[in-house]
């Protein structure tokens, strides 16, 4: 696991959306695992203008999305992949049928979850993955457990997240309680992963990745174990950090 402090959100954006250019260059038909949240945003914003500048050609990317809330119809403002398509999707030169989020209103999760991984199977898997985390340590919607889950499948959001995503609604209540996300399996098997992580509430995660331990009460730490994966974070954050990377 490598560490990188960058200066600010900014550049940690940047530096984000230089990666995702140098693997969509070398390898046109990328297959990029993507993810929804504040996190991403600056990365998402810094893709389009690329994209726009032609300085990054999406014709023949795939994208697949860590999660989706359940049940939610995808038209939903409030869906991921409505942020999705808002955010980047609709401004880039993507083709849309190669644009996938789990569907949040289908009837079977269960199956869902198995089409999931399939899918991203026959595309060859992840080229990279793009991970945010949650102040409890959660990737994907993979929430803090005794037990992980290898596939992608239908799971229950915690209070705490739930609390956390509330700013993004009207009011607590219409947070959606589940969600469909990818499972450890796909993510941890993403050839290039980075994770990026930022503010106060969130120094306690990289603490315990600074650790070196693992733990399945802190998701994130299960990136301990793969071999290309970079935590990125920015001055403030660090300052306010108890380990040492
Ligand atoms: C979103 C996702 C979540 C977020 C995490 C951080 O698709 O999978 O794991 O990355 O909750 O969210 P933000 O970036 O809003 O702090």
Known sequence: MKF??????????EWAAQVVKE????????????ATGSTPVGMYNRLVEMN???????????????????????????????????????????????????????????AEGKKYDRMIEE????????????????????EPDAELVAGTHKTALTENTIEVN????????????????????????AKKIIILINGENKVPILDALASGKITTQIPATMLQMHNDVTVVTDEATAAKMHESF
């Open 4 to 13: 990188l402090v960058c200066k600010d959100y900014a550049a940690m954006s």
């Open 23 to 34: 693997i969509v260059n070398n390898k046109p038909t990328a297959v990029l695992g993507l």
């Open 52 to 110: 726009k500048a032609g300085e990054i050609d999406f014709s023949k990317v795939t994208t697949f999305n860590l999660d989706e809330y359940y049940p939610i119809d995808p038209a939903n403002d409030q869906s991921y992949r409505y942020f999705m398509y808002q955010n980047l999707h609709g401004h880039i030169n993507i083709l849309p049928e190669n644009v996938h989020v789990p569907c949040g209103n289908c009837e079977d999760p269960d």
């Open 123 to 142: 595309a060859g898997g992840l080229d990279f993955q793009f991970l945010g985390s949650g102040v409890n340590g959660h990737i994907g919607f993979n």
């Open 166 to 189: 509330s700013r993004f609604f009207e009011k607590i209540e219409d947070v959606p309680r589940f969600a469909i996300t990818m499972g450890m399996a796909p993510i941890l098997k």
